[in-house]
C-alpha cells in the first residue's frame, strides 16, 4: 500500500474500481430491472461495505445483547434463554367459542393468550346497542360484562398464563374484568400478568377505536400506570404501538418515530402525575409490525431499541436499566396479505415473522392465511403457529444471538432509521407534543399521504404484488370460519339474564360512585372494579364515562 | 356521459374504524375530477342516508371490512327508497365475502369492489354508470 494511501483509501478506491469497471457495466448489459426501493420507498445501494460504516464504532453504536444501546437484543441471553411468546390474536362469536379456540391453541404449543374483542366491546357499547347491530362477535369475542369474561377464561388457570389485550378506550374496565376473574379463581391481582393495548394515541392516528376527547383519555391511561405499579406489578399496562399506524398507510419510518413519540408523550404525562418515571417504565410494552421489505423491518426493530435506551436515560433520567429496556410484540402484516391466491400468505408470514425475529421480538403473532376473507379458521391458524415453531425449532436462526450484528446493510439501516426517527421526533416536539399534533392532523396527514403514495406505486406497477398485479389468475376457494347471527342471539339472552339476575342497586349504586370518581380526578381503577363485580356492563360504564368525559369526533379529512 | 361534475358520498357505515381504503379512493375520485364528502367514521344508515340526501350526492360509495354488510346494506337501500332517493346509485367495497354478493346485488347494491381492486376501477365505474347532476365551477 503507498505510504500516503490509508486502508480506507484502499478500500474506496477498491469499491469505485467494482462499481464502475466491473457491475455497471455488467448491469447494462442486462434488460432493465426494477427501482430496488423498499416497501416504504427507501432506496437502497446496489452494495454495502465498511465505508458506508464510516465512524461507526461496535461498542458504542452496537455492544452486546443486554447491554446499552441494546441494539443486539434488551436481554443478554434472549432467545437462548427463553423464546418469544408465541401469542396469537384470537377471538370471536361468544366467549364460548373462543374459550375452545384459546385452548385450542394452548394445546397445540401457544404459549400466551391474545383477546380480540368485537368491534360493540372495541367501542364500548353492549351487544344490543343499535350500533352493535350485524357486528356482535362477527371481528372479535362479544364482551358486555364480568359474566362474559369469567365464561372466556374458565378452566383458564390465569397464576399460569400470561394474557394480552387489544382494547383501548374501554382498557381499563376490560382490566378491571380480568383483574375480577383472577380474584374469583383465587389469583392475586399481584401475581397475574399480561397486558392490556391502552394506547389512545395511535387511535386517533390510525386504528380509531377512540370514545372520549384526548385529555381524558390520557388522564385514564396514567390511572392505569398509578393502579399497576402499586397493585398490579406483574402487568404491562401499556402497549406503545406501531402496527396499526403502519397498517393504516404509514411507511416503516413513520411507524417507529410515530410510536416512539407517542412513548415519550405517555412518560411525560405520567411524569406529571407526578409519578417517578422507574416506577411505570419498566412496565410500558411496545408492538411493532412486522412487514414485507426484510432488512428494513429487521433494521426498524434494532433502531427502535437505541433510541428508547436514549430518551429513557437522557431524556427522562430514568436509572433502572429495565426502564431502558424496549419489549416489544410483533405482529405480521394484515395489510400485507391478499385475497387472491391466499395461499401466497403462508409465504409472506413467515418471511415477516422470520423478520420479526431477527429484530429480537419477545411475542409473536403470525398471521393466517385466510384472514383477507374472514377470522382464522382452526386449520388456518395451526398453519400460522406451526409458522413459529419451525423457525424456533427447525431454521436454526435462533443458535447465535442477534445473526445480521454486523452486516454493513443491517447496520447502515439500522443508524439511518435512527437518525431520521430522531428527527420526527423532534419534529412533533417543536409542534407541542404528540397531543398537539394530533389537534392540528399532522400525523394523520402523514399516514394518508403514505397510503396514497403506495396505492399509486402499486397501480403504476412499480411495487409488485405477487397475484394480485403480477402473476394472477386462478381462483382458490378456501374453507372460511363463519360467525352466523345465533351468537349474536345468544349473547343478547345473556345480556338479558346479567342484567335481570344481578342486584340492580348495587350495579346503580357502583355506576354513581364511579362517576363521582372520574368527576372528582381521583384514580377510576378501584371503582371500576367495584362496578364491573356489581355486573355492571360495559355499554354503561362507558356511558356513564361519556357523561363525565364527553365524545371525541374526528375531522372528516382525507 | 354528462360534463356535469359529479359528487360522491363515500360513507362507512356500522362500527369498522378502518378507514384507509375510504381516504385512498376519496383521493383518486377528487384527482378525477369528482366533488367528494366524506362521512367520517361510524355512520348510521340513517345518518348516511340524510347526508346523500342533503349533499345532493350522484352516488353514494360504502365501505365496510367488519362483516356487518348483510344488516347495515338493506337498511341503508330501504332509507333510500323510503325517502324517494333510490335513483342515487350505490356501490360498495372493503371485506365482503362472494357468497354475499348476489344477495346484495339483488337487494340493489349496483357493484362491488373487492380487495385488489384498483381506484382507476372505481372512477371509471362512476365515469360510466353515473352522470352528473351540478355543472362543474
Redesign the interface.
Known sequence: MPKNETPDDELKSAFRLWKEDVYDPALAACPPGSERTTVSGRRLKELYTPLDLEGWDYLRDLGFPGRPPYVRGIQPTMYHGRQWTMRQFSGFGNPEDTNRRYKYLLAHGQTGLSVAFH??T??G?DSDH??????VG??GVAVDSLADMEILFHGIPLDRITTSMTINAPAAVLWAMYIAVAEKQGVSPRVISGTIQNDILKEYIA???FIFPPEPSMTLIVDTFEYGAREVPRWNTISISGYHIR???ATALQELAFTLRDGIEYVEWARRRGLDVDEFAPRLSFFFNAHNDFFEEIAKFRAARRIWAEVMRDRFGARNPRSWWLRFHTQTSG?SL???QPYNNVVRVALQALAAVLGGTQSLHTNSLDE???LPSEEAVTVALRTQQIIAHESGVINSLDPLGGSYLVERLTCDLADEARELIRKVDDMGGMVKAIEHGWPQREV?DS??WY?TAV?KGDKI?VG?NAFAGGHEAIP?LE?DDSAARRQLERLKKVRATRNGTLAREALGDLKKAASDGVNVMPHLLRAVKAYATLGEIIETFKEVYGEY?????? | MSQNTIRVLIAKPGLDGHDRGAKVICRALRDAGMEVIYTGLRRTPEEIVSAAVQEDADVIGLSILSGAHNVLFPSILKLLREQEAADIPVIAGGIIPEKDIPGLKKAGIREIFLPGSSTQDIVRWIEDHVRGSRKKA
Open positions: 368491534l360493540p372495541l367501542m357499547v343499535p350500533l352493535a347491530r350485524g357486528e362477527k371481528c386504528q380509531k377505536t397498517e393504516a398507510g395489510v391478499t385475497a387472491q383477507t376473507y374472514a394518508s397510503a396514497f396505492q397501480e404484488i394480485v372460511l360467525v369526533r374526528e375531522p372528516t379529512t382525507f
